[in-house]
């Protein structure tokens, strides 16, 4: 990774330090990185987005019935192989994407180090994550859903909610909690389940149960806002040291 660009998540504003993306990106073993993608700054470069993809992968697209949607996943989708292919060193017609035994997808490609990914989008972003272990993102728009308090009767433990009761600003906490379980799943591969109370995701350092992935090994979570509209976290096991952020230009997007 370049140097100079490293940039944690600031645990007091809980505000990740977005810095552009460096045409020369490269991930070391013990290293992870996230990318912001602004979906309405991307529009107008769409074709080349959609240049990028196979014809399995536009036909899959195409199922989608909202134009908004099939945009959002040209965008993610694009950038998704073009940043695996700048990072693998392989062209993205030559990407091979395997699974795990859970089914999540992984670079294989007979790299050295396997690269893993994951994504996510919202309203107005998509997010990106890449590392050389287990790696899940999860973004959400902040609004008033009027069934919060229904999701966190079902989904919470009791330990989240008692803390949501006393919270400063409870519709934040609620987007911290959900965002964190999404992405600890994500990472594990396994999606969403029916058993999500025994997930505690409250201090950011966890050991999953063999139920929830195929080892019990320890996650660090990190929560952070975006530009005040959406919340995020990422999830990576506990071997990762640093996690940069950085921030997609679309404004030169073929530079990747």
Not at 55 to 79: N, V
Not at 104 to 112: D, G, H, S, V
Not at 142 to 162: G, M, P, W
């Amino acid at each position: 990774m370049v140097q100079g660009q490293i940039n944690l998540v600031n645990c007091l504003t809980k505000q990740a330090a977005f810095q552009p993306l460096p045409v020369d990106i490269h991930l070391k073993a013990d290293e992870a990185c996230v990318i912001l993608i602004r979906k309405q700054d991307c529009l107008p470069y769409l074709s080349d987005y959609a240049g990028w993809l196979s014809e399995d992968e536009s036909a899959a697209i195409k199922q989608f019935m909202k134009w908004d949607d099939q945009t959002t996943k040209i965008i993610g989708r694009g950038l998704l192989k073009a940043v695996l292919s700048k990072l693998s060193g392989l062209p993205m017609q030559a990407l091979v994407i395997d699974r795990t035994s859970f089914g999540k997808p992984i670079l294989m490609n007979q790299l050295t180090t396997p690269i893993h990914f994951n994504l996510s989008d919202s309203a107005d972003y998509i997010l990106l994550g890449f590392a050389t272990e287990p790696i899940g993102v999860d973004i959400e728009a902040i609004n008033n859903h009027s069934d919060i308090a229904d999701i966190v009767q079902s989904h919470f433990a009791n330990d989240e909610q008692l803390q949501m009761q006393t919270a400063v600003d409870p519709q934040a906490f609620f987007y911290e909690i959900w965002t964190r379980k999404e992405a600890v799943l994500k990472a594990n591969g396994i999606g969403l389940i029916d058993d999500l109370p025994s997930l505690l995701v409250t201090n950011g350092q966890h050991v999953l149960p063999t139920d929830f992935g195929p080892t019990n090994q320890y996650w660090t979570i990190q929560s952070f806002k975006v530009e005040e509209t959406a919340m995020a976290a990422i999830a990576v096991s506990q071997r990762i040291k640093q996690i940069y952020f950085f921030d997609y230009l679309a404004t030169n997007p073929l530079e990747l």
